[in-house]
Structures are given as C-alpha cells and as structure tokens.
C-alpha cells in the first residue's frame, strides 16, 4: 500500500465506525456500503510516477465520474461526522441520555448524500460568466471599454475533457472578447491523454490574442511536452516575460510569471524583475501569477492589475479559511494591495482531486476595463 492512502484509509475505517454500523440495516447492506467507500481509494493507485512527473491511467467517463462522487462523499461526511462526534462527546459528557446513533448516523448520511451530488453537479456544469468593470490607473483611452477573458485551473481531465473543454471555448468566443488570458492549470494528464480534451482552446478568438503562464500543474506532467503543444494551440506562454499591447494611440503592457513550482523543479522560476524588464513607463501593467500567495510583493512593482486563480475559491465552506491561509490571505474575489488590484478566479472548472463544490461557482471571468 502507498503511504499516502494511510490517510484516506483511516478516514475510511473512521466512517464506516461512525457512520455505516450504526445505521440499522442487515449487515450485508453496510458491509456494501463499506466496501463502496473503500472503492474510493483505488483511485490513487490510478497515479503512475514518470522521470517527468506523473502519468494517470485513463479511465472511462463513467468511472471516473464513480470515484469522484465516492471520493467526494468521503470528504464531505468526514467533516459531517466530526461535527457529529463531537455533539456526541458532549452529550455524554453534560446528560444522562442515551444518543441517538441511529438517527445520527441517517441524517448525515442523507445530508452528505445531498451535498455530495449537488457538489458534483456544481463543480462539472457549465461555468457560467461572471463580469466585472475595472478601473485601470493611466489606461488609454483605446483600452477604455476592452473586454478581457479569463479562463484559468481548467484542469482538463477524463470529466472535463474534449466537449467540456468546447463549450467553454463556445461561451467565452461568444464573448466577443479582446484578449484572452490563460494564467495556468490547464491539464491534469500528459500531452498523449489529454491532447485532444484541451484542443478546442486552439479555436479560441481574441483581437489582441491568448495569453498564458504556467501553473503548479503543468510541471506534474510532461512539462516540455505541454509548454510545446499549448504554444501549438495557439497559447502565447509568458515566462518571466512581457509584451506591449498598442490600440491607436494607447498601449498597455501584459506581463506573466512561469509558477513558483518551477523553481523546485528545477525549471525556470519566477522572477518579477525579469517578467517587468524593459517595460515601457507610464503603460499600465496586468500581470499574470497562476498563485495568488506572491500578490503583495508584486504590488511594490507598480502593477496594475493582477490576475491569478490556483485557489478554486475554497470548493466548500469549511476549506475556505484553510485555503485562504495557504494563499496569505487570497481565495477569491477582489482585493486592494496597495495601488494594485488583485482578482483571484475561482476558476474555470473543477480539478479531480476533489470534484465538489459547494456555494463556489467556477466561472468564465470577464472583465471591461475602464480609464480611471
Ligand atoms: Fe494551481
């Protein structure tokens, strides 16, 4: 067994104690039911280490849809069963009574059932448009009225794959947008399996063009074959890098950092001072970083603008503080540092670590930018 299923395995054990036995059922129901859940787990044996990272065995539709639900459920009843356990402490600790394990047991079971498959439907629908007018410090007046797409943490796999991938491409064309940014986490899978499901992106259509950087994921798999087949598809991959974008008279510069994984592994790392090298005084900056963390250092280099996902807005209530901390502070939405503006996505898709959310849309994001 791999180390890193421990976890999940003790999770397990843990649900069915609380959770399965003391629902009143025969025993082969639950011993199912246990088994189930169990199930879960044979997904991370799906994962295969690689000398570049990490392959996936491709599964169909269907089952990857199972172990997402399975998994998701898992997640969900475990914070469900832990509120439980601890109303079941204090109750034995404060009255006489005995609990009501059985009722127990039934409303978290149903109320995670619910919240399992709403959280699944949530996370693989469609995304809808969020807009947003900003207001852009020294923007010319040509840029006024600019409309920018966001598509970012797409995380193209077996559930978003070549028709999700398409009706996205679809609703952000149908847009009619200027200029398209991609700030990382496009795939999960190598160029070979998921190739085809990130295609359509090569369809997408902006005056000004599409623009990427990197995210944490695009090092878990076949980076150089990936940094290739993005460029293929039509993605300008900004890599400590800038480029100016002129309309008439005005102008405005477009900036990318490659993400801070990188630089662990062994690839080229972020650097600020290089991805603003040469830029041209007195033109706003828009800056992409797939990870939000590095906002407020980045605020100290005159930047406008800054746009980056990474933290799909927590996925459920109960992760969003822990999300936010891991992300100093930033989970999504808008925030002012300084003189810049940072807006955090809480992404375009869902990512089959943990296909679920709950009260978090993702979203195709478009801005308007206004002359301030
Ligand atoms: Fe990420």
């Not at 601890?86 to 600790?93: C, D, E, S, T, V």
């Not at 079971?109 to 959280?119: H, I, K, Q, V």
């Not at 439907?121 to 920018?148: S, W």
Request: charged share 20%; with cysteine.
């Amino acid at each position: 067994m791999r180390a890193f299923m421990l976890i999940p395995l003790a999770v397990c054990i843990y649900e069915i104690a609380s959770l399965i036995l003391p629902l009143k059922l025969p025993l082969w129901p639950r011993l199912l039911a246990g088994l189930l859940l169990l199930s879960g787990l044979a997904k991370s044996l799906l994962y295969k280490p690689t000398p570049e990272g990490f392959e996936i065995y491709e599964l169909p539709y269907g089952v990857a849809l199972w172990f997402a639900v399975v998994f998701n459920f898992v997640v969900v009843s475990f914070f469900l069963l832990l509120a439980k356990d601890a109303i079941w402490i204090l109750w034995k600790i404060f009255t006489r009574e005995s609990f009501p394990d059985y009722y127990a047991a039934l409303f978290v079971f149903s109320l995670s059932l619910c919240a399992t498959l709403y959280g699944t439907y949530e996370a693989l629908k469609l995304p809808p448009v969020a807009r947003h007018e900003v207001a852009i410090k020294g923007l010319g007046k040509d840029f006024d009225g600019m409309k920018i797409a966001m598509l970012v943490d797409i995380h193209t796999d077996e559930l978003t794959n070549h028709n999700a991938v398409k009706k996205i491409v679809d609703r952000t064309n149908a847009l009619n947008p200027d200029l398209i940014l991609m700030p990382g986490d496009f795939v999960d899978g190598t160029v070979k399996a998921r190739s085809h499901d990130l295609e359509p992106i090569r369809d997408l259509k902006a005056k000004h063009g599409v623009f990427g950087v990197t995210g944490n994921h695009e090092y878990y798999f076949d980076f150089n074959g990936w940094m290739k087949e993005l460029e293929e598809f039509g993605v300008k991959l900004l890599n400590n890098e800038n480029v100016v974008i002129s309309s008439g008279d005005s102008r405005l510069t477009l900036a990318g950092l490659p993400d801070r994984t990188g630089g662990m592994m062994g690839k080229t790392a972020h650097n600020i001072d290089e991805a603003l090298k040469d830029i041209p005084d007195d033109v706003p900056v828009i800056l992409m970083d797939h990870q939000p963390g590095a906002a407020r250092e980045n605020a100290k280099h005159n930047i406008a603008l800054q746009v980056s996902g990474h933290t799909h807005g927590g996925q459920i209530p109960i992760m969003y503080s822990l999300v936010k901390k891991i992300n100093n502070g930033f989970v999504r939405g808008w925030y002012d540092i300084e003189e810049m503006k940072l807006y955090v996505s809480p992404g375009t898709s869902q990512w089959n670590g943990f296909a679920c959310r709950l009260f978090d849309p993702s979203e195709i994001t478009l801005f308007t930018l206004r002359c301030d």
